[in-house]
């Protein structure tokens, strides 16, 4: 017991720095935003505590918050679709190739480009055709010509145009993350269900997935909660256009604070980032629970 009870104080030296900058670097921001979201601040003059009026004209007055918060979401539905496309893809080069750690951090490269490296690519790719865009240049070569646009300038294609820079981007840190996951499975279960008969997709669906699916929660986590603090892409890109069709909560949360001077206002966006982010957070923990529940 007295071993027990140095180790645990052993254990509390080492992980109260680390606690109190955490606490320090995310908590008390946090803090410091639901308490400035009550504030009519421009962020430099004198503040004036109004209540919750930030938050009654954010969600009954302002005309560009909820679709903002639609295009938000649908850009988190949408990385959550790449994760089975970054699983499926583990499984082919886990089971196909020889020597897969070249090719799995191939597909990592682009995740470690700069974010302003890959906006300014991806904006070469979308240029009309006139300008040298890549796109739209292809297109015409193989007879599509009807299928050109300004893909980025207009509002139709605009955020359907992110969306792909998203996956181009992050699939392979999802591939990377699912590909690990697969690697630590122990060869012996898959050659005791080989011997069972059970081989290809048959040892994927009764091994690999269940199996997996601890690695699969933490890459949907960690895609959705970036997909709704998207910005730093969207403001390289569009920078929220054309005519606000690009504007997710996060780049109206910047133009509001930092445009229109309004900080306190956009501090209350801020706090609904911050729920948003945990109630979706909660959400797939129960989900992924009562899903290991059922496979247990």
């Known amino acids: 017991m007295h071993a027990m009870k140095v180790s645990r104080r052993t254990i509390a030296v080492f992980v109260l720095p680390c606690l109190l900058l955490y606490i320090g670097l995310v908590f008390v921001p946090i803090l410091v935003s639901f308490y400035s979201a009550m504030l009519d601040w421009n962020g430099i003059g004198e503040a004036r ?12 007055k302002d005309a560009v918050f909820w679709p903002s918060v639609g295009r938000t979401l649908m850009f988190a539905l949408f990385s959550m679709a790449e994760i089975p496309i970054a699983l ?56 599509l010509d009807s299928w050109t646009k300004p893909w980025l300038t207009d509002p139709n294609t605009a955020m359907i145009a992110l969306y792909f820079v998203a996956l181009w981007q992050y699939l392979g840190y999802h591939v990377l993350i699912q590909f690990t996951g697969i690697q630590n499975i122990p060869s012996e279960i898959y050659e ?26 933490i890459s949907l986590v960690l895609a959705i909660i970036g997909s709704l603090q998207a910005f730093d892409m969207i403001m390289v890109m569009t920078g929220g256009g054309p005519a606000h069709a690009t504007d997710v909560t996060s780049t109206h949360m910047y133009n509001m604070s930092f445009l229109s001077m309004r900080y306190g206002y956009g501090s209350a ?9 945990l109630a979706a957070t ?5 989900v992924f629970r009562r899903i290991e529940g059922k496979l247990s």
């Open 192 to 217: 005791a269900a080989r011997i069972d008969g059970a081989e290809g997709f048959t040892a994927d669906r009764y091994i690999t997935f269940p199996m997996v699916i601890p690695i699969f929660k």
């Open 269 to 277: 966006m801020a706090v609904f980032l911050v729920v948003e982010c």
């Open 88 to 143: 499926f893809v583990a499984i082919l080069i886990s089971r196909y190739v020889r020597k897969p750690n070249f090719l799995v951090s191939s597909y990592f490269l682009p995740v470690i480009l700069s974010v302003v490296v890959v906006g300014q690519l991806w904006k070469t790719v979308y240029n009309p055709a006139s300008l040298g865009g890549m796109l739209n240049q292809l297109l015409m070569m193989v007879g």
């Open 282 to 286: 909660l959400l797939l923990n129960a």
């Open 49 to 60: 505590f109004i209540g919750l009026d930030n938050f009654k004209e954010l969600f009954t």
